[in-house]
């Protein structure tokens, strides 16, 4: 029996499910008021970023980053690997045994741990944590991604046991998430799932890249995750994706999701709209002449803001003069696509 249905603070949720990313408590551009009208039901928020950024003592005022934003939907927290794997593997920091360690600056040194991402994202409150991992980068080899699956077992243990100690005897935990690295390599990524699931979470994340060598999206790992880790976990496509990726991942049985991409993309001036081709959309940029004078919404079958209120002129007028308002209503639009888009695929799933 495959899980439907997301419990959160306040409700719960028909999946599958995308959380647009939110990561240091905002989805840029837009307010917390902007995304519930996309109908978006929840957002991503990053833990090392707010970690770094806002630290423990509002959140202890507020209760929470959800009441501190003024969000009421649901809320992930990821683990911070990927950002890790950015800032340590790139010199200016150190991952060992222990954790991550890196500089901020002169002055202040930063030592990551898998217990105090759980601790912070506890602190977060947030309804889905996700354990610390070691992120196994593009083009790692052999060795390398399995020392980084070594790592990732070791501190998805000590995350679980921190879990389960702070949250001794509470009802209602939030669900935990273990992340399944190893690169492109099939017995890593299946090693990987096996060992994470004898320690037993809530749901399994296909982590690090998940493109093959020759560029194309690795379905092959997210299928192995799939049959290698317990059937009524959740499956989460960490980082997750293009439309067309986050269609075919449901249908393997993901059910969760975050991403970037569609408030990058409306920040880029990069809107996605429907379209009658094998993905189901395409791009559409404002910048090109042909649409200079078009009295038309960037997307008829749209009901956001931006499709119900404005012509395509108008917002290639704003995006022209470099007004902020352009970014806002490409976002609402692009999260409402994302919204559609998963909205049909509820219906899908649910036959
Ligand atoms: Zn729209």
């Not at 501190?155 to 939030?174: C, H, M, N, T, V």
């Not at 880790?229 to 499956?235: D, Q």
């Not at 404002?286 to 956001?304: A, R």
Request: charged fraction near 25%; charge should be positive; aromatic fraction near 12%.
């Amino acid at each position: 029996m495959v899980k439907k249905v997301f419990k959160y603070k306040h409700g719960q949720l028909n999946t599958p499910l995308f959380f647009p990313d939110a990561t240091k408590a905002v989805v840029r551009s837009v307010d917390s008021q902007d995304v519930l009208n996309t109908k978006t039901p929840g957002i991503l928020v990053n833990t090392l970023h707010l970690y770094l950024d806002l630290g423990k003592r509002v959140l202890k005022k507020f209760g929470g980053i959800g009441p501190l934003m003024g969000w009421p939907g649901a809320l992930i927290s990821d683990s911070g690997g990927f950002q890790v794997m950015s800032l340590a593997k790139k010199g200016s920091g150190k991952v060992t045994d222990t954790g991550v360690s890196f500089h901020l600056n002169k002055k202040r040194k930063v030592l990551l741990t898998p217990e105090k991402s759980i601790d912070y994202q506890l602190m977060l409150k947030t309804d889905l944590l996700v354990v610390l991992d070691d992120f196994t980068p593009p083009g790692a080899s052999y060795e390398e991604a399995k020392i980084t699956v070594e790592r990732t077992v070791a501190w998805a243990k000590r995350s679980k046991a921190e879990f389960d100690k702070q949250l001794k005897g509470k009802k209602d935990k939030p669900y935990l998430i273990g992340v399944v690295q190893g690169g492109y390599f099939p017995d890593l990524r299946q090693d990987c799932s096996q060992r994470l699931s004898d320690i037993g979470f809530d749901g399994y994340g296909y982590g690090g890249w998940p493109l093959t060598q020759d560029n194309q999206f690795d379905y092959e790992s997210a299928q192995i995750i799939a049959d290698n880790t317990p059937k009524g976990s959740w499956l989460y496509g960490l980082g997750i994706g293009k439309p067309d990726e986050v269609a075919n991942l449901c249908r393997m049985g993901y059910q969760i999701f975050d991403c970037v991409l569609p408030t990058r993309d409306a920040r880029h001036g990069r809107l996605y709209i429907s379209a009658d081709n094998a993905k189901g959309y395409e791009y559409y940029t404002p910048d090109k002449e042909k649409h200079y004078y078009e009295d038309i919404p960037v997307d008829p079958e749209c009901d956001c803001l931006l499709c119900k209120n404005y012509s395509r002129a108008y917002l290639r007028h704003l995006f022209k003069i470099e007004d902020l308002t352009a970014v806002r209503l490409a976002t609402i639009h692009n999260l409402r696509f994302y919204a559609r888009l998963m909205e049909k695929l509820q219906v899908e799933y649910l036959k």
